[in-house]
């Protein structure tokens, strides 16, 4: 007999409004005063300033600055300098500004404060969707969630993704892939969602390749989109090992937070199918592939991203060290046991870059 209880709070939350098409970053301004917000403050990267100032720019006298400072795995001290900024300025609203590095400055700023986010995704991630944020705190990344970083809206405007480099896209969808891969397991994932997972994992592997192809391609962007929407709702349900494995590699190691979920993917799809045999065979269903696994590794090399971890600078000599601190921050989630030994297989095949094989038996 079928049974299931979802936590309440965080998981499996999601935005009240998205707003998804081509030129919808222009009506930025409506969104901010749909929130009632007067003094709204931008967050972004450096590199992402201007597109940032163009936001601004929309705002117009609704917008009391921006904060071009976001980086990549949130560390705590910028967090803390963010917030004191919006306190200093008087924001009353967030408005974030680019990939995963700004919209999670956003959430650790609301974090503490409690102002509203409005998310304006350029990449792939899916962390606007969900109300959890790694913050990277003495050199170890940790999860947080609450209510307080989930975003008020999400605009999604696939004309701003159209030069983002595509070694860069390519290593965002697979973060987005993780997202679907990962939270179908999950005992925390909403019914309701799981079809999300589904669904967006298709989209993302269909348009990876068009995208990688014809990087210009609006309508194939587009499709890119809207599968990374859906799998930061799948998000929304929870998360296990994989983004366990990868918030290490990225919060301790420094891998970029894109490759470093795509790197370990393959690898710990085909550990857990064994455990989650059901999951995994109706999301290779969805995906119209016959393993998960080896299909994954299969579109990275045909996309052109890197397949062994010792391309992105994590050698061997590392793994005894990340299967310890990955079982030490487990959240007990994962269908599979999550044991060092098991953590060090799933990292000695990501640095090697092996195929996955065939399950037995299956």
């Known amino acids: 007999m079928r049974e299931f209880s979802t936590p309440g709070d965080v998981f499996n939350a999601l935005p009240s409004r998205v707003v ?9 301004d409506g969104e901010v005063e ?24 929309r705002l117009g006298s609704r917008c009391i600055g921006i904060l071009p400072e976001a980086i990549s795995q949130v ?15 008087g924001a009353d609203c967030l408005v974030s500004v680019g990939g995963g590095a700004s919209i999670g400055l956003g959430k650790a700023i609301a974090l503490e404060l409690g102002l509203p986010i409005i998310a304006v995704p350029t990449t792939y991630s899916g962390s606007e969707m969900t109300g959890f944020c790694g913050i990277t705190i003495d050199g170890v990344k940790r999860m947080h969630q609450s209510l307080r ?15 983002l480099p595509v070694d860069v896209s390519m290593a965002s969808a697979m973060n987005a892939l993780a997202h679907c891969v990962d939270a179908i ?9 799981v079809p999300a997972a589904m669904e967006g994992a298709r989209a993302i592997m269909d348009a990876l390749p068009r995208v990688a192809a014809r990087p210009d391609d609006g309508d194939a962007r587009a499709d890119l989109l809207y599968g990374a929407h859906l799998a930061g709702a799948a998000l929304a349900g929870g998360f296990a090992l994989q983004h366990g494995v990868a ?14 979920h795509a790197l370990v993917l393959p690898h710990v799809a085909a550990y857990n199918a064994p455990f989650a045999p059901q999951a995994m065979d109706r999301l290779a269903a969805a995906m119209g592939v016959a393993d998960v696994g080896a299909a994954i590794f299969d579109v990275m090399e045909t996309v052109g991203l890197p397949t062994r971890l010792t391309e992105v600078g994590f050698s ?22 999550v044991t060092e030994e098991a953590v060090r297989g799933i990292l000695a095949a990501a640095v090697e870059g092996r195929r996955p094989g065939p399950h037995p038996g299956r």
Not at 20 to 28: C, E, H, K, P, Q
Not at 185 to 193: A, D, E, G, H, L
Not at 247 to 260: A, D, I, N, P, Q
């Open 20 to 28: 998804f098409g081509a030129g919808a970053v222009d009506r930025i």
């Open 34 to 57: 749909r929130l009632g917000a007067k003094r709204a403050l931008v967050v972004s990267t450096p590199g992402r300033s201007a597109m940032g100032g163009r936001v601004a720019d």
């Open 75 to 89: 560390p705590i001290e910028l967090a803390i300098r963010g917030r004191a900024k919006a306190r200093e300025m």
């Open 149 to 163: 970083m989930l975003a008020g809206t999400v605009v999604y405007d696939p004309s701003l993704t159209l030069g």
């Open 185 to 193: 397991y999950t005992p925390t994932i909403s019914p309701v969602i």
């Open 247 to 260: 918030h290490v590699l990225g919060g301790t190691y420094g891998v970029s937070h894109g490759l470093s």
């Open 316 to 337: 061997a000599d590392r793994i005894a060290e990340a299967a310890r601190i990955t079982v030490e921050t487990d959240n007990r989630y994962n269908p599979g046991p």
